[in-house]
């Protein structure tokens, strides 16, 4: 088997910034009910841009960053819950944006653990000698699937996308990766529909929005449950313990989520690195935009191990231990 590592991280959020007291102006909300239950203060909404132009910003910072040819690429991964189109995927949108014309290109549906996901089967593909160097993104429009008629969602989400390139290495970047997924009573906790059942060789004309609903104490139950499960098996994985990891990266979807699970592994909220204050939930995308901010802000030094971690919809629920290949 090869060995695998991150070499270059990529991020990109719409410029529109949308503060709680600006929803406040569409539902009954205010921004000490949002701040306190959340922990989000703002997020970006797109002026238009669709999911495959945020996913080709974030990409071509990704491979500036890795400082590779477009044409090394040989496999593009875009987990994704809004994608711009059913077909063509946003991951062959972007491998057309980009100039990526070597590359293997698919999205999957993971919901927020669609990142953690991607990078599975990207880290899968390069081990196995499939492909050498793998995009990978995690990206979102959200606020056209929302429903901004619901306070109790509309509030949480964000748009962004967030990429990172892998590449077979020599030493071994991606220690250990964890992920499940648990379908029953799956759309009653989170959902959105996609088009309804209509042919003209049945009668009943099926009616159905396409909007997200979700269950907000049922998911934040799994969330507090889940996070602290999915750190503590990779963590067995490798052998290691919470105190020998310098960042955890969770799915930025709840403070008290956050709170909660470092209580539950009884370690400091601050190994948790924290942006939902700026961005909201964005889901697929919200892990790889921490782990691009941090990478630009010089946290991450060569040997740090970190550990990625996200839950949500389907349910799904993954987490990778990472060691920090980039000088
Ligand atoms: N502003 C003001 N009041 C509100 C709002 C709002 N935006 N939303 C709900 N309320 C009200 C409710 O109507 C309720 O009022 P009532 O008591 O008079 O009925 C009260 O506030 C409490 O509502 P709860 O739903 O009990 O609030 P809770 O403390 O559970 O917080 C929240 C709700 C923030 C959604 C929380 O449940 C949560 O974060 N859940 C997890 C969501 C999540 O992590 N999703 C991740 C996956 S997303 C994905 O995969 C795409």
């Known amino acids: 088997m090869n060995n695998v590592k991150i070499i270059g991280t990529g991020s990109y959020a719409p410029d529109r910034i949308i503060k709680n007291i600006d929803l406040s102006k569409i539902v009954d909300t205010n ?13 970006r909404i797109t002026e238009g841009e669709n999911t495959s132009f945020l996913s080709t910003k974030a990409a071509l910072q990704a491979i500036k960053n890795a400082d590779i040819d477009p044409l090394d690429i040989d496999l593009i991964v875009v987990g994704t819950a809004s994608p711009d189109s059913f077909i063509p995927s946003t991951a062959c949108l972007v491998q057309a944006e980009i100039g990526a014309e070597n590359a293997t290109c698919f999205d999957i549906s993971a919901a927020c653990t669609g990142f953690v996901y991607a990078l599975n089967i990207g880290t899968q593909f390069i081990k196995t000698g499939q492909c050498k160097t793998a995009l990978v993104i995690g990206a979102e429009v959200l606020s056209k699937i ?12 964000g748009d962004g996308a967030g990429a990172a390139i892998l590449q077979k290495s020599e030493d071994n970047g991606i220690l250990s990766i964890y992920t499940g997924s648990d379908g ?20 009943t004309i099926n009616e ?4 997200v609903t979700m269950s907000g104490k049922d998911i934040f139950r799994f969330g507090t449950k889940i996070v602290p499960k999915c750190i503590e098996e990779v963590l067995k994985n490798q052998d290691c313990k ?3 990891i310098k960042y955890i990266v969770p799915h930025q979807a709840n403070m008290r989520i956050i709170d909660s699970a470092a209580k539950r592994l009884d370690i400091d909220s601050n190994k948790f690195y924290i942006n939902l204050d700026k961005y909201g939930n964005t ?14 802000d010089g946290l991450l030094k060569k040997g740090d191990k970190i550990i990625l971690v996200g839950f949500g919809g389907g349910l799904t629920f993954g987490s990778a231990l990472i060691e920090w290949m980039i000088n």
């Not at 929302?146 to 989400?157: G, H, I, K, P």
Request: proline content about 5%.
């Open 283 to 296: 889901s697929a995308a919200s892990i790889p935009i921490a782990l691009d901010e941090m990478n630009k």
């Open 184 to 203: 029953r009573n799956a759309a009653k906790l989170l959902g959105c529909s996609a088009v309804p059942v209509n042919n003209p060789f049945i009668n």
């Open 208 to 211: 159905q929005n396409s909007l």
């Open 242 to 244: 919470v105190q020998d």
């Open 146 to 157: 929302v429903d901004w008629s619901d306070r109790s969602t509309c509030v949480l989400f």
């Open 31 to 43: 921004d000490e009910w949002i701040s306190t239950r959340t922990g989000i203060k703002e997020r």
